[in-house]
C-alpha cells in the first residue's frame, strides 16, 4: 500500500536553531516530492523534486530527495517564529499522497 | 501557476443540512481533486472530478455524501449531504500543474 511518513510528527525549537524535516514514502508510480507549508488553511508551495541528489534552495529553506532510499528531508536555518507552520510532504503520482505533516513551533 | 477561487470561505451548518463549495480556476485544467482535512489530521483525497465524466471517489468516500460537478474546464463544486458534526472540516479543492494549487478553503463547522 502506497505511504508518505513524515517525521517528527510535531518539534518545539528555539529562534535560530536549525531543523531538519523528514519524509519517508514508497508510492507507485512516483513523479516527484513536495513540500508544502500550512499556517492556516491552504498549504502553500515550497520545493518540488524530481531528481535524486539535488539541493533545492530558497534562503532558509532547502530540500533533498534520495529516490534509492526513498526520502526526503527539509532544512529550515536559523528558523524564526514566521516558520512556526504545519510542514506537509506530498508524492505525486497521477494524484498527490499527503504525510500527517510536522507542526513545527518556534518559540522567540 | 493557476489562481484558484473557493467559496465559502467558511460556513456554519446546522446537522441534516447540505452545503455547496464552489471552486473557480483562472484556466482549463483537466483534472481538478477535492481534499478533506478533519482536525489535527492531513489532507485526505475525497475524490477526482474530470470535466465530463463521474467523479472517481477514494475508498471511504462515495457520491451520495459527496457528490461533485465539473460542468466545465474551470469551475467545480463539491456538495457535504446530510452533513454531521464528524463533517466539521477544512474542503479543499485542487489543480495540479507542476505542483498543487489549492483553493483557499472552506471551513466548515456543523453543528
Known amino acids: 500500500e502506497d505511504k508518505v511518513v513524515q517525521s517528527p510528527l510535531s518539534l518545539v525549537v528555539h529562534e535560530g536553531d536549525t531543523v531538519t524535516l523528514n519524509c519517508s514514502y514508497e508510492?507507485?508510480?512516483?513523479?516527484?516530492l513536495l513540500w508544502y507549508k500550512q499556517e492556516k488553511k491552504a498549504p502553500t508551495f515550497l520545493f518540488m523534486l524530481?531528481?535524486?541528489?539535488i539541493e533545492k534552495k530558497s534562503g532558509r529553506l532547502s530540500s533533498i530527495l534520495d529516490k534509492k532510499e526513498l526520502f526526503s528531508i527539509l532544512n529550515i536555518t536559523a528558523t524564526q517564529t514566521g516558520d512556526s507552520a504545519i510542514y506537509l510532504c506530498?508524492?505525486?503520482?497521477?494524484?498527490?499522497?499527503f504525510g500527517a505533516g510536522t507542526r513545527l513551533t518556534v518559540k522567540p | 501557476s493557476a489562481v484558484i477561487s473557493q467559496k465559502p470561505s467558511r460556513d456554519i451548518c446546522q446537522r441534516g443540512t447540505s452545503l455547496t463549495i464552489q471552486c473557480q480556476v483562472d484556466?482549463?485544467?483537466?483534472?481538478m481533486f477535492w481534499y478533506r482535512q478533519q482536525p489535527g489530521q492531513s489532507l485526505t483525497l475525497i475524490a477526482t472530478?474530470?470535466?465530463?465524466?463521474?467523479?472517481?471517489?477514494e475508498s471511504g468516500f462515495v457520491i451520495d455524501k459527496f457528490p461533485i460537478s465539473r460542468p466545465n474546464l474551470t469551475f467545480s463544486t463539491l456538495t457535504v449531504s446530510n452533513m454531521s458534526p464528524e463533517d466539521s472540516s477544512i474542503y479543499l479543492c485542487?489543480?495540479?500543474?507542476?505542483?498543487?494549487?489549492f483553493g483557499q478553503g472552506t471551513r466548515l463547522t456543523v453543528v
Open positions: 524530481t531528481s535524486s541528489g
Open positions: 484556466s482549463q485544467v483537466t483534472m
Open positions: 472530478a474530470n470535466q465530463g465524466s463521474e467523479a472517481t471517489y
Open positions: 506530498a508524492v505525486e503520482r497521477n494524484d498527490m499522497r
Open positions: 485542487s489543480v495540479e500543474e507542476g505542483g498543487a494549487f
Open positions: 508510492v507507485t508510480n512516483f513523479r516527484s
